[in-house]
């Protein structure tokens, strides 16, 4: 028999890169791929690119130019395929500035890539970056039961692609397209798949994914909470997320989810980039910083455990010392506990590139260190907040020291415990001993099975037979 093929694949930028990596790999394996963590040593290698700052997009070609070396060096030839935003929007010319690259496929083409590994082994020109009828996952098959297993019990699930709100800075509703929903059944078919294949947790990923309106099998639309009270009653999962949220579709209903599901985390990644409603306007961002203090306040009303993280542009086109300062007041009022903070970066193709009144990088550093500064601080007291507090943990991989786990805590901090009576893919009570600067640590208050998540769940022992 032949050797299996290895395939390599490096995923950047946001999880739906993560999920549609995983998902490249599930199809590969059918044409007899197994994947390897070694680049030097894969006879294909993906890069499953993002274009949202200049420094992601530059990544890839320092990437590409370290692939070419170690391809000159060791003689092993490679196919190197360029996916995900990059691909979708530079094309071809990815290839004429990287002639180390064979292939370039745009996210949502990657069922088409067996017909484009065998056009590019040809020599022939292997270039798409259509945007199809057809749905690529209708197309791409589910992950084996292994696979699963080895990607842990916290499962991403895209349920919505695309972007129609077209901020001013971003380059997605470019590279990702229109928005889409997925159908309803093939969601929760999807779900129900990973839960008996172990999956506790699953995270519903969407460039907007509250804007969810995804085709029921009832003929219906559904909005995103149908969808999560839908999804609470499959057996075995016991938490569910869901990440990234516009502030513009944070609706009533979803909102009461929050209350009434005990699997929906109290945990919201919901980005407001600015607190400065003209910045917030010139971004197109479609709300004021108001909306913003009063989804805050009703998500508080109805979870008063709720947290907060968000994501923040500094030195958007035009923005005062004054606008900035009204971030900082943002920040001191929500009290975030954690957040993704950024430059502002001039995107090629985006109106605000082409705005007068760039921001000086110097300013940019400076506003950004005051931010992180802010955040870090936010972040800080939050997790010592939860000294103290008692949490259902889900184990996701062994620690360091023998017998320790590693799980996540419903703020997804990683909580590190000592020999707990429980295993990977298993929930236990623990009560926060302390708060380091990556973790918190955590002894187990008792084995207590959660009620909505073990009693209809085969345990995981059934499932490695
Ligand atoms: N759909 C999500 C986020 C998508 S991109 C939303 O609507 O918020 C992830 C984050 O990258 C954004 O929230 C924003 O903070 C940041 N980002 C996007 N474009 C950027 C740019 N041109 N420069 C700097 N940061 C950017
Ligand atoms: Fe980009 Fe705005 Fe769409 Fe988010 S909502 S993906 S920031 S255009
Ligand atoms: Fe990046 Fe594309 Fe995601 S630009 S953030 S990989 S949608």
Same mark, same amino acid.
């Given at each position: 028999?032949?050797?299996?093929?290895?395939? &390599?694949?490096?995923?950047?930028?946001?999880?739906?890169? /993560?999920?549609?990596? !995983?998902?490249?790999?599930?199809?590969?394996?059918?044409?007899?791929?197994?994947?390897?963590?070694?680049?030097?040593?894969?006879?294909?290698?993906?890069?499953?690119?993002? !274009?949202?700052?200049?420094?992601?997009?530059?990544?890839?070609?320092?990437?590409? *130019?370290?692939?070419?070396?170690?391809?000159?060096?060791?003689?092993?030839?490679?196919?190197?395929?360029?996916?995900?935003?990059?691909?979708?929007?530079?094309?071809?010319?990815?290839?004429? $500035?990287?002639?180390?690259?064979?292939?370039?496929?745009?996210?949502?083409?990657?069922?088409?890539?067996?017909?484009?590994?065998?056009?590019?082994?040809?020599?022939?020109?292997?270039?798409?970056?259509?945007?199809? /009828?057809?749905?690529?996952?209708?197309?791409?098959?589910?992950?084996?039961?292994?696979?699963?297993?080895?990607?842990?019990?916290?499962?991403?699930?895209?349920?919505?692609?695309?972007?129609?709100?077209?901020?001013?800075?971003? +380059? +997605?509703? &470019?590279?990702?397209?229109?928005?889409?929903?997925?159908?309803?059944?093939?969601?929760?078919?999807?779900?129900?798949?990973?839960?008996?294949?172990?999956?506790?947790?699953?995270?519903?990923?969407?460039? #907007?994914?509250?804007?969810?309106?995804?085709?029921?099998?009832?003929? $219906?639309?559904?909005?995103?909470?149908?969808?999560?009270?839908?999804?609470?009653?499959?057996?075995?999962?016991? @938490?569910?997320?869901?990440?990234?949220?516009?502030?513009?579709?944070?609706?009533?209903?979803?909102?009461?989810? !929050?209350?009434?599901?005990?699997?929906?985390?109290? &945990?919201?990644?919901?980005?407001?980039?600015?607190?400065?409603?003209? /910045?917030?306007?010139?971004?197109?961002?479609?709300?004021?910083?108001?909306?913003?203090?009063?989804?805050?306040? @009703?998500?508080?009303?109805? @979870?008063?455990?709720?947290?907060?993280?968000?994501?923040?542009?500094? *030195?958007?086109?035009?923005?005062?010392?004054?606008?900035?300062?009204?971030?900082?007041?943002?920040?001191?009022? +929500?009290?975030?506990?954690?957040?993704?903070?950024?430059?502002?970066?001039?995107?090629?193709?985006?109106?605000?590139?082409?705005?007068?009144?760039?921001?000086?990088?110097?300013?940019?550093?400076?506003?950004?260190?005051?931010?992180?500064?802010?955040?870090?601080?936010?972040?800080?007291?939050?997790?010592?907040?939860?000294?103290? $507090?008692?949490?259902? /943990?889900?184990?996701?991989?062994?620690?360091?020291?023998? *017998?320790?786990?590693?799980?996540?805590?419903?703020?997804?901090?990683?909580?590190?415990? #000592?020999?707990?009576?429980?295993?990977?893919?298993?929930?236990?009570? +623990?009560?926060?001993?302390?708060?380091?600067? #990556?973790?918190?640590?955590?002894?187990?208050?008792?084995?207590?099975?959660?009620?909505?998540?073990?009693?209809?769940?085969?345990?995981?022992?059934?499932?490695?037979?």
């Amino acid at each position: 028999m032949d050797a299996p093929r290895k395939l &390599y694949v490096k995923s950047f930028g946001c999880q739906m890169n /993560v999920y549609d990596s !995983h998902r490249m790999a599930d199809m590969l394996a059918r044409e007899g791929y197994v994947e390897t963590a070694e680049p030097a040593e894969a006879d294909l290698v993906i890069l499953n690119t993002c !274009h949202i700052r200049e420094k992601a997009a530059e990544k890839v070609y320092s990437e590409l *130019g370290r692939l070419r070396k170690s391809q000159e060096e060791t003689g092993h030839s490679t196919l190197v395929a360029v996916a995900g935003c990059v691909a979708q929007a530079e094309g071809a010319e990815i290839i004429k $500035r990287a002639p180390v690259v064979d292939l370039v496929v745009g996210p949502q083409s990657y069922h088409r890539l067996p017909e484009l590994l065998a056009k590019a082994r040809a020599g022939e020109p292997a270039v798409d970056t259509d945007f199809p /009828v057809e749905d690529k996952f209708d197309h791409l098959p589910a992950p084996s039961a292994a696979a699963t297993r080895k990607r842990g019990p916290a499962a991403f699930l895209t349920v919505q692609e695309g972007c129609d709100k077209f901020c001013t800075f971003c +380059v +997605v509703p &470019y590279t990702r397209g229109a928005e889409v929903s997925r159908p309803v059944a093939k969601i929760l078919a999807e779900a129900e798949r990973l839960a008996e294949q172990g999956v506790r947790e699953l995270t519903l990923i969407g460039q #907007n994914v509250n804007a969810f309106h995804g085709t029921g099998a009832d003929g $219906r639309t559904w909005s995103l909470a149908d969808l999560l009270y839908r999804l609470a009653e499959i057996p075995g999962i016991g @938490r569910l997320r869901y990440t990234t949220s516009h502030p513009r579709d944070m609706g009533e209903d979803l909102i009461a989810a !929050h209350r009434d599901l005990p699997a929906l985390m109290p &945990y919201l990644h919901l980005p407001v980039q600015s607190g400065s409603d003209r /910045v917030l306007k010139a971004m197109n961002r479609k709300h004021g910083r108001e909306l913003f203090f009063d989804i805050v306040a @009703r998500m508080r009303a109805v @979870r008063p455990d709720m947290a907060l993280s968000s994501d923040f542009i500094v *030195g958007f086109p035009g923005e005062t010392d004054a606008e900035f300062e009204d971030t900082m007041d943002l920040i001191r009022r +929500v009290g975030f506990a954690g957040a993704f903070s950024f430059k502002y970066s001039p995107r090629p193709g985006t109106p605000a590139s082409d705005l007068g009144a760039q921001v000086p990088e110097a300013v940019k550093t400076e506003r950004l260190h005051r931010l992180q500064a802010a955040l870090e601080a936010s972040k800080r007291a939050f997790d010592l907040s939860c000294v103290g $507090r008692t949490f259902e /943990v889900l184990f996701e991989k062994p620690g360091r020291q023998p *017998g320790q786990l590693i799980g996540r805590s419903p703020y997804l901090q990683s909580v590190v415990v #000592n020999t707990p009576p429980a295993g990977i893919g298993e929930f236990l009570t +623990v009560t926060i001993t302390e708060a380091g600067p #990556n973790s918190l640590a955590g002894t187990p208050l008792s084995h207590t099975p959660l009620s909505h998540v073990t009693a209809r769940a085969r345990p995981l022992a059934a499932l490695e037979a």
